[in-house]
Nanobody, 124 residues
Framework: QVQLVESGGGLVQAGGSLRLSCAAS????????MGWLRQAPGKEREFVAA????????YYADSAKGRFTISRDNAKTTVYLQMNSLKPEDTAVYYC?????????????????WGQGTQVTVSS
C-alpha cells in the first residue's frame, strides 16, 4: 500500500504560480497511475490532471489545460503539479491520488489511494 504526502500549497495572487509535490512511500510507485484532484468548499472533489505509470500519457481537465502541467520522477517517487496563471477559482484543497492499474483517469472514483491534501488559495 502506498502512502502519499502533498506539499507546496500556499497563498498566491491571481496570475501567480505554485508547484505542488506529492511524495510516495511504500508500494511500487513506478507502477501506479497518479492524479491530482481538488475540492473547493461546498463542492464535490473534481479531477485536475493525471499521468500514467511511465509518464508517457497525461490527461487534463479542461480547466487545467494550458495552465497546469503534471509530471513525475519515478526515481524520486514523486509526482508534481506545476500551476501557472492561477485564478481565484483554483482555490481548493489539492489531493494527490494513485491508482494501481497504472493508467490515467478523470474519474475521482478510479483512484485507490489518497493523500491528506494541501491548501491552495488564490487571491484576486
Amino acid at each position: 500500500q502506498v502512502q502519499l504526502v502533498e506539499s507546496g500549497g500556499g497563498l498566491v495572487q491571481a496570475g501567480g504560480s505554485l508547484r505542488l509535490s506529492c511524495a510516495a512511500s511504500g508500494g511500487t510507485f513506478s507502477t501506479y497511475g497518479m492524479g491530482w484532484l481538488r475540492q473547493a468548499p461546498g463542492k464535490e472533489r473534481e479531477f485536475v490532471a493525471a499521468i500514467s505509470w511511465s509518464g508517457g500519457s497525461t490527461y487534463y481537465a479542461d480547466s487545467a489545460k494550458g495552465r497546469f502541467t503534471i509530471s513525475r520522477d519515478n526515481a524520486k517517487t514523486t509526482v508534481y503539479l506545476q500551476m501557472n496563471s492561477l485564478k481565484p477559482e483554483d482555490t481548493a484543497v489539492y489531493y494527490c491520488a494513485a491508482r494501481a492499474d497504472g493508467r490515467t483517469s478523470g474519474n475521482r472514483f478510479a483512484y485507490d489511494y489518497w493523500g491528506q491534501g494541501t491548501q491552495v488559495t488564490v487571491s484576486s
